[in-house]
């Protein structure tokens, strides 16, 4: 079976430090599916946009999110540069082990990822829309954001600025 050049985007911290529990064992079950893959973990807020894309320009065909919905988010932002694709040729992958995995409940993907992990054999992918928002940041500066579950601000974003920064 053809598969994906595949590079994995791990966030260790999502879930309070269950992900990168989870981790290794993941990283064996995805080389058995797939074979080779590399990855790299986020170290800081952003870092998983940095990675991404970096990823993609290195020739890297598919892109797995190894968090939660924040990692997705930062993922997905990877994939835009300058307010074009990097490659529109290509993917991401989800794979989730964060608290709320509001991404996962919408899009059938399994919450075990021993089964998640399955699903990234072979080419089938499935379109999803993403979303392009325009935003003023703390500063007064115009910022661009892609998303792909769900975009909020006012309390929203209130609610989940105080949940990042407790144990959840």
Request: glycine content about 12%; proline content about 2%.
């Amino acid at each position: 079976m053809d598969n994906f050049k595949t590079f994995f985007v791990v966030n260790p911290n999502s879930a309070n430090g269950r992900t990168g529990k989870v981790w290794p064992e993941v990283k064996k079950l995805a080389g058995n599916v797939l074979g080779d893959i590399d990855f790299a973990l986020t170290e800081k807020q952003g870092h998983a946009a940095d990675i991404t894309r970096q990823a993609i320009k290195d020739g890297y065909e598919m892109i797995v999110s190894l968090g939660g919905d924040g990692t997705n988010n930062e993922v997905t932002n990877g994939f835009f540069e300058d307010g074009k694709q990097v490659n529109p040729d290509a993917v991401m992958a989800v794979i989730c082990s964060g608290t709320g995995s509001g991404f996962i409940r919408t899009t059938n993907i399994p919450r075990d990822y021993r089964k998640a992990v399955t699903l990234l054999a072979g080419r089938d992918t499935l379109a999803t829309d993403v979303g392009k928002m325009v935003h003023r940041d703390h500063s007064g500066k115009d910022v661009t954001r892609y998303f792909i579950n769900i975009a909020s601000f006012g309390v929203g974003g209130e609610v989940d600025d105080r949940v990042n920064r407790t144990t959840k």
